[in-house]
């Protein structure tokens, strides 16, 4: 007995694998850094969709690990459950990656069943009539697959129906459960040490805007005036993970994105316990519909496992945490720092931000105090039509808010796409005077944006003769702009005159300049006036 006892001792150890690997578990990050692409297919006149973000983040996480020596699988807890496992990357390891594994399963009512499958766990029923509990010991017999069986000391049996309230307790976390994300690698390291390394990856659920808001000193009396610029960045995150005091960097530009990174992300989904029993009585009753397990969010590790009262289902109890879209103001205004990504532009935020779980918040990063612009008013014309401005209507002008990205003007930084609200000075305070969206503006580019159809400016422009018939555009023919100007202020407007290489122009003592494709021309119309230009075009050369 003792010669075979001896023998089976040593099959027992050849049996366990030799490649079996330690698991260690990293700490929770030391540092953190979030990189959020925007959502490239969303315009800018595009709401922010916070419920459903389409953008990017680049995350980077320091953390620390002690590894034994020989090989061993590191586990990186509470990762982005939008992680795109196959973009991650972890540096620092002294022998390198091995292999990398994703983590499926996260810990749930269903997932609790199944990693109990062949364990103890403790049932106890309650008796309604007189608040009795019983509790016994039973063994987990069946995964969660719609009916849940136990064996206990007196047989077999199915939850939920002997008809008490019934609720099961568990005294250990099975192994491999996590309650948030897991990510991990397998190394090897022939001294072994504690080492800090940093993991890297792209994650899917993240997305931000810019918003501007300009504030005109005094109220605009003429063609220049100066105001205040401030931009806010709105950062969302759909992910159900912190990243506290995160270095926090966004990037302008429309990155250009060839991967479904959505469907790659495939986050892991915690799966609620859902118990059927066959209905007792007679065939025509119908049972009540099964109720679904309300799982709360999971508390900070370790985390106690305890029964508790739920009629008629199977819980877990842990401290519930509802999860809500927190907007928080920033503590200042800072200036972003500036840099080129590529043809992208990357900004990076001074100072270190939460980004919530679940949440979405504004960061301001941008503080002009003095930003020189002017309005200026944009008429078209078409050298085909011809005008009679005694009969026809004019055509209300369009109103631009037009400054020069460089130092100069008070700006001189890369300006991402958003949208922007004026308000002008009044009697009663700011109120809002337009409101519109901006492009990507690099430093040194003009920034002309649409603001409104003006009610103030009108312009008749076109082709003009006497007999009211049109002229010969094959040689040159005479055009006329008859503008009108009904603000106490005088006013700039700028006139479309036609496509480049569509008519030669002359127009006298105006040097004609290319803008946006259009040879255009300004003018200046005094304070509440009417003004006529005359001018000359012809069909261009080649047509």
């Known amino acids: 007995m003792r010669r075979a006892a001896i023998w089976l001792a040593g099959a027992a150890v050849v049996a366990a694998p030799a490649w079996a690997r330690e698991v260690v578990d990293a700490s929770a990050p030391t540092d953190l850094a979030v990189t959020i692409y925007r959502n490239p297919d969303r315009d800018p006149d595009e709401a922010l969709e916070r419920d459903d973000p389409q953008g990017l983040a680049m995350i980077s996480e320091t953390r620390r690990v002690t590894l034994p020596r020989g090989e061993s699988t590191i586990r990186f807890e509470g990762v982005a459950e939008g992680m795109i496992g196959v973009s991650a990357i972890v540096t620092g390891l002294p022998g390198g990656t091995i292999e990398k594994n994703r983590n499926a399963a996260l810990l749930s009512p269903a997932a609790l069943v199944d990693g109990s499958l062949g364990n103890r766990v403790t049932i ?27 064996q206990t000391g007196q047989g077999f049996e199915a939850v939920r129906c002997s008809g008490l309230p019934e609720t099961l307790s568990y005294n250990r976390v099975p192994a491999g459960l996590s309650a948030q994300p897991v990510f991990s690698v397998d190394t090897r390291s022939a001294e072994g040490g504690t ?170 990063f941008l503080n002009k105090d003095t930003v020189k612009a002017r309005y200026l ?14 009969l026809d209507d004019p055509t209300p002008a369009n109103l631009l808010l037009v400054t020069k990205n460089e130092d100069k003007q008070g700006l001189g930084i890369a300006l991402p796409q958003g949208a922007l609200t004026v308000y002008e000075p009044t009697a009663r305070g700011p109120q809002v005077a337009a409101q519109t ?99 000359k075009a012809r069909d261009g050369q080649g047509e």
């Open 124 to 150: 106890t029923r309650t008796n309604p009539a007189t608040g009795q509990q019983v509790s016994e010991s039973a063994v987990v017999r069946t995964r969660a697959d719609g009916g849940l069986v136990l």
């Open 377 to 390: 008013y944009l008429a078209q014309c078409d050298a085909d039509d011809v005008i009679d401005p005694e």
């Open 437 to 535: 969206t901006l492009r990507d503006y690099a430093r040194g580019q003009d920034v002309e944006l649409g603001l409104a159809t003006s009610a103030q400016v009108f312009s008749h422009c076109g082709n003009y003769t006497r007999d009211g018939r049109a002229s010969d555009l094959s040689k040159w023919a005479p055009m006329r702009a008859v503008l009108t100007n009904a603000n106490p202020h005088p006013v700039r407007v700028r006139l479309q005159l036609g496509w480049a290489g569509d008519y030669e122009i002359r127009f006298p003592r105006h040097k004609v300049e290319m803008k946006n494709g259009w040879q255009t021309v300004e003018v200046s119309v005094p304070a509440n006036a009417t003004t006529s230009f005359d001018w």
């Open 195 to 364: 080492y800090d390394v940093t993991l890297t990856y792209l994650a899917w659920g993240f997305d931000w805007q810019a918003n501007y808001v300009a504030n005109l000193t005094e109220k605009q009396s003429g063609e220049t005036f100066e105001m205040g610029l401030l931009s806010w960045l709105t950062l969302v995150n759909d992910n159900g993970q912190n990243f506290d005091a995160a270095r926090l960097q966004i990037v302008a530009g429309e990155l250009n994105v060839e991967s479904d990174y959505q469907s790659l992300a495939d986050p892991p989904v915690a799966e609620g316990l859902y118990l059927t029993c066959y209905p007792l009585g007679t065939t025509s009753d119908v049972p009540p519909p099964p109720v679904p397990i309300l799982y709360p969010a999971p508390p900070p590790p370790p985390m106690a496992y305890a029964p508790a009262m739920m009629d008629d289902t199977i819980i877990v109890t842990a401290m519930r945490r509802e999860a809500s879209y927190e907007a928080a103001m920033p503590i200042s205004v800072v200036t972003a720092d500036e840099e080129d990504l590529g043809d992208l532009k990357l900004f990076r935020v001074p100072d270190r931000v939460d980004v919530s779980a679940k949440g979405m918040k504004q960061v301001a």
